[in-house]
């Protein structure tokens, strides 16, 4: 059975930094584009980022580029987002989703992330 688990999510104060992880299992990890979304209180899912099957190529939503990094360690079947400069409004509950978009899209339970001094 395919799973997602997201991790790393906390408090943090604005201008400081989390790193979000994305344990994969039961499909073929390195054969998907995979991708993180959040969704903020009271709002839609956010697509931010997609990550290419061997990680060489990356396209990020325009509010958080240059902030974040996604990266993926196929031999883990990990994927990673770095997240720097952390700002009030990039408060969310974030996701790692497998196929972003199409019928057979997957994502985990979530990790929250809370922006506050």
């Known amino acids: 059975q395919a799973q997602l688990v997201e991790s790393g999510g906390g408090l943090v104060q604005p201008g400081g930094s989390l790193r979000l992880s994305c344990a994969a299992s039961?499909?073929?990890?390195?054969?998907?584009?995979m991708s993180w979304v959040r969704q903020a209180p009271g709002k839609g899912l956010e697509w931010l980022s997609d990550i290419s099957t061997d990680g060489n190529r990356t396209s990020y939503e325009t509010s958080v580029k240059g902030r974040f990094i996604a990266s993926r360690d196929n031999a883990k079947n990990m994927m990673y987002l770095q997240m720097n400069g952390l700002k009030p409004e990039d408060a969310a509950v974030y996701y790692c989703?497998?196929?972003?978009?199409?019928?057979?899209?997957?994502r985990g339970q979530g990790t929250q992330v809370i922006v506050s001094s």
């Open positions: 039961g499909f073929t990890f390195n054969k998907f584009v």
């Open positions: 989703v497998k196929s972003y978009g199409s019928d057979s899209s997957l």
